[in-house]
T-cell receptor
């Protein structure tokens, strides 16, 4: 079955450490996204990518980095520069960026900074 | 600024009907989406409205009024498994999705 796989599901990090969240899709979607979800807030876009080797900053890109070396993969690195990284991170993909652009989400990664 | 408003929490009874409202103020409009998210899980797509009116899909219906900046999600014959958060999102003129904070729906027997 096609879908999006995120790993790890739970991750603990010490302050000052970088961590990388994995996101892999086998839907043959061109566009991929990373969102952050905090209690009481809407999803906030961190980065998105429309094609391989290209990506754009979203609303809250500071302290995060991404790469898109393969169509299927869009890993997110949470760097030590991110001041408040504890959150639920969701990866998503879609066929494109416009119109009835239905997102397919992964199951999420919960990051906790100790 | 851009804004999506939804009630934070609603409670309903199994077998009943519930309406979850969403109002929006965005820079342009290219469609409104509803997603369902069970606790700790991925959001899943429910509906998409780009024209005014009602879209029905089984027990779920979604309504849109662009002139009023208003949508609602109607859930009929509620089941316990419908307990979840319901997220409203609007695509603006730049094709960026603006998300509401979600409405947590609690279903009681």
């Amino acid at each position: 079955d096609g879908g999006i796989t995120q790993s790890p599901k739970y991750l603990f990090r010490k302050e000052g450490q970088n961590v990388t969240l994995s996101c892999e899709q086998n839907l043959n979607h061109d566009a991929m996204y990373w969102y952050r979800q905090d209690p009481g807030q809407g999803l906030r876009l961190i980065y998105y990518s429309q094609i391989v080797n290209d990506f754009q900053k979203g609303d809250i890109a500071e302290g995060y980095s991404v790469s898109r070396e393969k169509k299927e993969s869009f890993p997110l690195t949470v760097t030590s520069a991110q001041k408040n990284p504890t959150a639920f991170y969701l990866c998503a993909s879609s066929e494109g960026l416009s119109g009835a652009n239905v997102l397919t989400f992964g199951a999420g990664s919960r990051l906790t900074v100790l | 600024g851009q804004n999506i408003d939804q009630p934070t929490e609603m409670t309903a009874t199994e077998g009943a009907i519930v309406q979850i409202n969403c109002t929006y103020q965005t820079s342009g409009f290219n469609g409104l989406f509803w997603y369902q998210q069970h606790a700790g899980e991925a959001p899943t797509f429910l509906s998409y409205n780009v024209l005014d009116g009602l879209e029905e899909k089984g027990r779920f219906s979604s309504f849109l009024s662009r002139s009023k900046g208003y949508s609602y999600l109607l859930l009929k014959e509620l089941q316990m498994k419908d307990s979840a958060s319901y997220l409203c999102a609007v695509m603006d003129s730049n094709y960026q999705l603006i998300w509401g904070a979600g409405t947590k729906l609690i279903i009681k027997p």
